[in-house]
Structures are given as C-alpha cells and as structure tokens.
C-alpha cells in the first residue's frame, strides 16, 4: 500500500502522516522531522497504538513562475483584451490632456536639465 506524507506550509517540508486508529476507527495526525524517522504513534482520541497508516493527498510547493506558466493562455488574451478597451490605457489620451509651455498663462520659471 502507497503511503504519501501531506505537507503543512508552517512545517516547510516536513511531513505529517496521518493514521487511521483501528480501535476507534478516527484519524491522527503524527508530525515527524523527515521522511525517513520512524516513530510508534499513538492515537490522539483513545491512546491506542493500534493505527495503519492512511493514503492521503500531497501538496507540492510551487513558485510564482511555475503557477504564471500553469495559466490558460486563453487567460493572458482575455486580460490584454480589458487592458486595451480601458482608456487609461491609449497614452495619446493622457499627451493630450497636456497643455503645452508655449500655451501656459504662467508657466512659472524655466528648468534647466
């Protein structure tokens, strides 16, 4: 039988294996410091040693690249396509709210660059 540890986000690869108590027929979890340690569990809900240990799913820690490229492409389309029918994003609408130097009442003093 495949045995696979589930991983907590505080626990940062440390596996916590969860076992069935064939007494009580409830589920303990059982935190150890590697995959390899081995250790007797007992149960949390009646204290037997009685337990087999259950198949449960597993995380994989992602990084931010690895979940980008996971994405539907179809998905980038749909947010180039918002970004172009919003105004904000044709720049000429911003270069025309401008009023030149030459037309300003009161341009203040000239900067020099």
């Known amino acids: 039988m495949g045995v696979f540890p589930h991983f907590h986000a505080e626990a940062s690869l440390m596996p916590v294996y969860v076992y069935e108590c064939k007494q009580c027929n409830r589920t303990s979890e059982v935190f150890q410091r590697s995959v390899s340690a081995t250790s007797q569990p007992v149960?949390?809900?009646?204290?037997?040693g009685d337990l087999q240990r259950a198949v449960t799913s597993f995380a994989v820690p992602k990084?931010?690249?690895?979940?980008?490229?996971?994405?539907?492409?179809?998905?980038?389309?749909?947010?180039?396509?918002a970004i172009a029918r919003t105004p904000?994003?044709?720049?000429?609408?911003?270069?025309?709210?401008?009023t030149p130097y030459s037309a300003a009442s009161d341009p203040g003093p000239k900067i020099d660059f």
């Open 43 to 48: 149960c949390d809900h009646c204290g037997s």
């Open 88 to 98: 904000e994003a044709d720049p000429m609408r911003h270069l025309q709210k401008m």
């Open 63 to 81: 990084s931010e690249i690895d979940r980008l490229q996971q994405l539907d492409p179809r998905y980038y389309r749909k947010v180039d396509d």
